[in-house]
């Protein structure tokens, strides 16, 4: 069975600051593909980026990063220089290649405030 | 590309009555179409997975009798609150997939907030 645990609930910032979320998974497949997902107060997903277990190369994107490490099952996020916007809640999620329908199972997810 | 969208995207209703809210890929052909119910602070839930033309696959501890799932073609699936109470009141969001795309990605709508008075 798949399980993602985001273990920090909630993380407060000032502004300009770098906040890392925490993203520790666990699967059975030997393929699978992890996802990061960014929830406004609007309540839209929105999407940020997808790894698949074979591409282990670290990622960034403008002030995102993420870290992937399959030797202790983690792919963390990092926004640097941290802005007002960032607030939200981000989602990590796994997805086995294997599991009936690719369902998706989310973590319980990390609530960001970032403040001026 | 991959806009998918719900409708409607806020809905009031009374205890008893029953709510539809249908979910819609717009610019491309969706093989499985997935309903989460989300709880204030709270994370997303799958409640079922549906493919076009077939029935729906509920998870564990969703009743399929009050969320009934109809995928009736490869743009359009519906979930019908039905009997609605207090307690269905939530965040509901959609999403799908295409096999054209690989990775097992999801195109998600943006939601409807339910409230049952």
């Known amino acids: 069975a798949q399980k993602v645990t985001q273990a920090q609930t909630e993380i407060s910032v000032v502004e300009k600051e770098d906040v890392t979320l925490d993203c520790v998974y666990e699967t059975r497949d030997t393929t699978y593909y992890l996802f990061w997902y960014k929830q406004p107060p609007s309540g839209e997903l929105v999407f940020l980026i997808r790894r698949n277990s074979f591409d282990e190369q670290n990622e960034i994107s403008g002030r995102y990063s993420w870290n992937f490490q399959k030797s202790t099952s983690s792919f963390n996020f990092t926004i640097t220089a941290s802005q007002v916007v960032d607030s939200a809640v981000y989602f990590c999620?796994?997805?086995?290649?294997?599991?009936?329908?690719?369902?998706?199972?989310f973590g319980g997810g990390t609530r960001v405030l970032v403040k001026p | 590309g991959a806009v998918v969208s719900q409708h409607p995207s806020r809905v009031i209703c009374k205890s008893g009555t029953s709510v539809k809210i249908e979910c819609r890929s717009l610019?491309?052909?969706?093989?499985?179409m997935f309903w989460y119910r989300q709880f204030p602070k709270k994370s997303l839930m799958l409640m079922a997975t549906s493919n076009e033309g077939s029935k729906a696959t509920y998870e564990q501890g969703v009743e399929k009798d009050k969320f009934l799932i109809n995928h009736a073609s490869l743009t359009l699936s519906t979930l019908t609150v039905t009997s609605a109470h207090p307690e269905d009141s939530s965040f509901y969001i959609c999403s799908a997939r295409t096999s054209a795309i690989p990775n097992n990605e999801q195109f998600f709508g943006p939601g409807t907030r339910l409230t049952v008075l």
């Open positions: 610019d491309f052909q969706a093989t499985t």
């Open positions: 999620a796994l997805s086995e290649a294997g599991a009936a329908g690719n369902k998706l199972t």
